[in-house]
């Protein structure tokens, strides 16, 4: 069983910049990051596999988000710059036992319980 606590979520101005961190209990290998709004589906935001060599990002995020995992701590973290308004959501971290970096919650089997961005203008 795999356990994920988030952290770093908060209030920003657009333009600003938050950091947000994983820390997992137990192995994992693919981590991901996913926001949801209100009334709306989950959304892949970006993923990085147990050795960081490979990494994918949401199109919208490109540029301004940067995935990135410390296996010694069992940590990963989500650099997010230059922040939208359009980016307020819950975040939530995602671990997955696949070796690729899947962009679908469905390959993603453990789950955290989500911390919360939120972006004015």
């Known amino acids: 069983q795999v356990q994920l606590v988030e952290s770093g979520g908060g209030l920003v101005q657009a333009g600003g910049s938050l950091r947000l961190s994983c820390a997992a209990s137990g192995r994992t290998f693919t981590m991901g990051w996913f926001r949801q709004v209100p009334g709306k589906e989950q959304r892949f935001v970006a993923a990085?596999?147990?050795?960081?060599?490979?990494?994918s990002y949401e199109d919208s995020v490109k540029g301004r988000f940067t995935i990135s995992r410390d296996n010694a701590k069992n940590t990963v973290n989500l650099q997010m710059n230059s922040l939208k308004p359009e980016d307020t959501a819950v975040y939530y971290c995602?671990?997955?036992?696949?070796?690729?970096?899947?962009?679908?919650?469905?390959?993603?089997?453990?789950w955290g319980q989500g911390t919360q961005v939120t972006v004015s203008s």
């Open positions: 990085i596999n147990w050795s960081a060599g490979s990494t």
């Open positions: 995602a671990a997955s036992r696949s070796f690729g970096v899947p962009t679908t919650a469905g390959m993603y089997s453990y």
